[in-house]
């Protein structure tokens, strides 16, 4: 294999529409898939440890990022009812207008709470699954056709 390859299209473009199988590029899918496949075991590696440790859990990461996210729907919502064709006059406004609009926010704050604790439990049982992949034999060298690829492995009990 030269230490330089060049690019050429035409070559290029006659390998990919080519029926046959060629030895070079069997090994670099295989080198391809190698190289994949250290990439998926070191992000399996940081999951472990991260899954280990004790300070990084769903319920220390929405008390951490809850305050971020009710600040940023309350602004985005502060905005929106800001603008004027959303605000009525200051003289027409009722202390009942007032409580509906505050009741409307905070259940809107609410529900944004709930979906990113769903989010974030979610996101939790995508790492669980991830973490039970056996990536090892399925990326290795020897192992030329893969039984299941990585998505079907990562989703298998999403969708049943």
């Not at 064709?85 to 509906?100: F, I, K």
Request: aromatic share 8%; net charge neutral.
């Amino acid at each position: 294999m030269p230490l330089i390859k060049r690019f050429n299209a035409s070559d290029e473009h006659s390998r990919l529409l080519s029926t046959s199988r060629n030895k070079e590029s069997d090994a670099e899918e295989a080198e391809a898939q190698w190289h994949s496949g250290l990439v998926l075991e070191e992000t399996q590696a940081t999951f472990q440890r991260l899954r280990r440790d004790s300070d990084f859990s769903q319920d220390n990461i929405f008390r951490f990022s809850a305050p971020f996210f009710t600040f940023a729907c309350v602004l985005a919502s502060v905005a929106t009812a800001l603008r004027r064709d959303m605000m009525p006059s200051p003289h027409a406004m009722s202390l009942v207008e007032l409580s509906l609009g505050l009741l409307i926010l905070v259940a809107g704050v609410l529900l944004s709470l709930a979906v990113l604790r769903a989010t974030i439990w979610c996101g939790a049982m995508a790492v669980d699954a991830f973490l039970l992949m056996d990536i090892e034999s399925s990326t290795s060298p020897q192992n030329k056709r893969s039984k299941l690829n990585q998505r079907s492995i990562l989703f298998s009990g999403l969708f049943s």
